[in-house]
């Protein structure tokens, strides 16, 4: 009827439209019936699915819809709609009344409506010069178009009476016809060749449970699979006899978890629904089978039987002897971070010239936006359509008011007030020592993580998290020992790029940070000054990242053409890097993973993704997972051969190991050993690979003692 409806829509992208088909797939696994026709549009079918209900007894129609045309199809509280008001956490549910409220007219006249004003989204033209509030008048006082033309044509003076000006009636008169088509064009029709119908059975009778098992597992929705399970009970598979049978053998459990998660790392902390939707079987033990032949077939073997099994009794010794905590000093650190606490929350408030919830998102969002008019450029929005307030955004907005450093604070000293200072006191055992749990397969990096509470997350180069690490403290007669590696992360990167002028640096033990700053800024290495150091590392680690120019260029606090020359010097200086990082590109584009130097996997779906961000992101993390995969690999086995030489030697009540917190171990050790264990520890450290083996560099550990965490120096 009209060529130009909608003419202002872009094309669905290819993207969408795939998903658009295959979310279809989990209709039919649910049950759901679909209804679609050629050359009728969805608010048509949903029309004709209400006009063939109207007569049916005691049935209650909800439309769920964002598209607010469906209104018109309102009747009473037996047809609602319900809708987005601003984004997907405010929505409501209109009935009649409620679309009066808001219209100032039934439901039945919003086609007249956009027949007078128009609908740009739909390039519906209305009559030109009409608006919304004239709309509304002129259907409040004559009804519908039909109607408000019939009184025009023989009382005219009504519209007068009205308060309609004389424009206004001209451009009516003129604009008649096109009133009465884009009428026509809003109206949902009803008479879509259909049949609905609303079947003889329950919708649940129709639920296919394996269907959903597979296609879920397929799309990675792991949470919903297990939802699933126990909606609909299912115990003709044998999950109820698993249930049973994980309690007797928690081990295999464990174990195969393990297995599953080294095949693939997207799967954390596997349970016993993953491995079942792994194998897509209904039996444990086949599944078991399946996850193993997967491992062996992925040549994973080695690392799983080097390095993950005989880490589980270290970490279980290490959670079993936890760490002891000083709760005085802990109750006073308290008083002094909730006044600062206090004393932030009144200079917030002070800025913003009232008083007002700041763990409120959307107070602070009127404050910060409305009041105080702080604009960013590209700012990033919530799922409900306003500007985030998250800390990520705030870090870009330091600079546009004193407000924000102030705002960043608090929520620094609240989030470790909570998860900590305040909480650390209640989460202690009988013994007075903090037992925290380590995740084995937490990560997909490789890397252990530490929950209830996550003491890797306590910040390093502050001064608000060394004071949190002072009340971690050694038992009498025992110090902490701390052994790290030394630029591990740029030795790793040294032997699998092959990079001969970088494993160079290493061989004769020169500092690579100044070497890097000799070769970037064209300068001999005994005038590099501590700037240029400075730089240079930022450039070693963003590139080792997969920073790009604008990136590093955010880093260096340079300009982009600067950062642009860093950039091609370091690769000029380092070809082996460069070619390294397109060879690893390359390979994960090819085959979907990464390496470790050990042979350990990561998977990247994005990889190959047609969304431009996606695949680079991908790119970003696939640059850098074999070298972190790697350091991680290689603590984890330094942890394991530590142990053995304790165990060996008889120095299980000298020598315990408490934390891995990112390159670093520390160890609980007696007074009389500290000095020895140094020594043992790092040998072992530092031959965990033989030099041979990783183009003649050596690891490098370093050992350092004090009474308490913070003090390790």
Not at 172 to 200: C, M
Not at 211 to 217: D, G, N, Q
Not at 471 to 500: H, N, P, T
Not at 675 to 703: C, Q, S, W, Y
Request: some cysteine; overall charge negative; hydrophobic content about 40%.
């Amino acid at each position: 009827a009209y060529k130009e409806y909608k003419a202002g829509r872009k094309k669905a992208e290819p993207e969408l439209v795939r998903q658009i088909i295959r979310s279809k797939e989990i209709f039919e696994a649910f049950s759901i019936p679909m209804y679609e026709m050629a050359g009728f549009e969805a608010d048509d079918i949903i029309g004709t699915i209400v006009e063939q209900m109207k007569d049916g007894d005691d049935i209650n129609i909800v439309i769920a819809s964002g598209d607010m045309d469906t209104l018109q199809l309102v009747r009473g509280k037996e047809v609602q709609v319900f809708t987005l008001r601003k984004g997907i956490a405010d929505t409501i549910l209109y009935d009649e009344k409620a679309v009066s409220d808001r219209f100032g007219f039934s439901p039945s006249l919003l086609p007249d409506y956009k027949g007078l004003r128009g609908d740009p989204s739909d390039n519906i033209i209305g009559i030109a010069g009409v608006g919304e509030k004239t709309a509304s008048i002129l259907i409040e006082n004559f009804g519908s178009l039909e109607e408000m033309y019939e009184t025009l044509k023989k009382n005219p003076k009504e519209f007068e009476r009205a308060g309609i000006k004389p424009r206004i009636i001209g451009l009516l008169e003129a604009g008649e016809e096109e009133a009465l088509f884009s009428k026509t064009l809003a109206e949902i029709r009803r008479d879509a060749p259909i049949s609905f119908s609303l079947g003889g059975k329950e919708w649940k009778e129709g639920v296919d449970i394996g269907k959903i098992t597979e296609l879920f597992t397929d799309l990675e929705f792991r949470a919903l699979v297990q939802r699933a399970r126990e909606l609909y009970f299912i115990k003709e598979t044998s999950l109820f006899e698993l249930k049973q049978e994980e309690a007797v053998a928690p081990e295999e459990l464990k174990k195969t978890a393990l297995a599953l998660w080294l095949v693939d790392s997207n799967i954390t902390n596997p349970g016993l629904d993953d491995i079942l939707n792994f194998g897509r079987v209904a039996t444990f033990q086949e599944a078991k089978k399946i996850i193993f032949k997967e491992l062996e077939k992925r040549k994973l073997t080695d690392v799983y039987e080097k390095i993950e099994l005989p880490l589980i009794p270290v970490i279980e010794k290490m959670e079993e002897r936890g760490i002891k905590v000083d709760t005085l000093y802990l109750t006073e650190l308290s008083k002094e971070y909730h006044r600062e606490l206090d004393r932030l929350e009144k200079e917030i408030c002070e800025y913003a010239g009232e008083t007002f919830n700041l763990n409120s998102p959307r107070q602070l969002g009127v404050i910060l936006f409305e009041k105080l008019g702080l604009k960013l450029k590209n700012h990033k929005k919530t799922t409900t359509g306003v500007k985030s307030t998250r800390e990520s955004e705030l870090e870009k907005m330091q600079e546009l008011h004193p407000i924000i450093p102030a705002i960043l604070h608090h929520r620094e000293f609240q989030k470790l007030l909570s998860t900590y200072i305040d909480n650390m006191p209640h989460m202690l055992g009988a013994d007075g020592r903090l037992h925290t749990t380590f995740q084995q397969t937490g990560t997909t990096t490789g890397r252990l993580s530490s929950i209830n509470p996550n003491l890797q997350n306590i910040p390093i180069k502050s001064e608000l998290g060394r004071k949190i690490r002072r009340a971690f403290v050694a038992a009498k007669g025992m110090k902490f020992v701390a052994l790290d590696y030394s630029q591990i992360e740029l030795r790793v990167a040294a032997f699998l790029s092959k990079d001969e002028k970088l494993l160079q640096i290493f061989r004769e033990g020169r500092d690579v940070h100044t070497e890097v700053a000799a070769q970037v800024f064209k300068v001999s290495a005994d005038k590099v000054t501590s700037e240029m150091r400075r730089r240079a590392k930022v450039i070693n680690f963003g590139i080792l990242y997969g920073m790009g120019v604008n990136a590093l260029r955010e880093n260096l606090g340079t300009g982009r053409d600067e950062a642009q020359t860093f950039y091609n010097e370091y690769f000029a200086s380092f070809p082996g890097i460069a070619a390294y990082l397109a060879r690893t590109k390359e390979h994960t584009e090819a085959q979907g993973f990464t390496e470790t130097f050990f042979g350990r996997r990561r998977y990247f779906q994005g990889i190959n993704s047609h969304i431009p961000y996606i695949k680079a992101m991908a790119e970003r993390m696939a640059v850098n997972a074999p070298i972190q995969g790697t350091e991680s690999d290689i603590i984890k086995l330094a942890m394991i051969e530590t142990d053995s030489f304790i165990t060996k030697q008889g120095l299980g009540e000298k020598a315990y190991l408490l934390l891995q917190v990112h390159d670093e171990l520390v160890y609980e050790v007696a007074d009389d050993y500290t000095g020895a264990f140094i020594r043992d520890a790092k040998r072992i450290m530092e031959n965990i690979v033989a030099p041979e083996k990783i183009g003649g560099i050596t690891l490098v550990a370093e050992g350092a003692i004090g009474s308490n965490w913070a003090e390790i120096k």
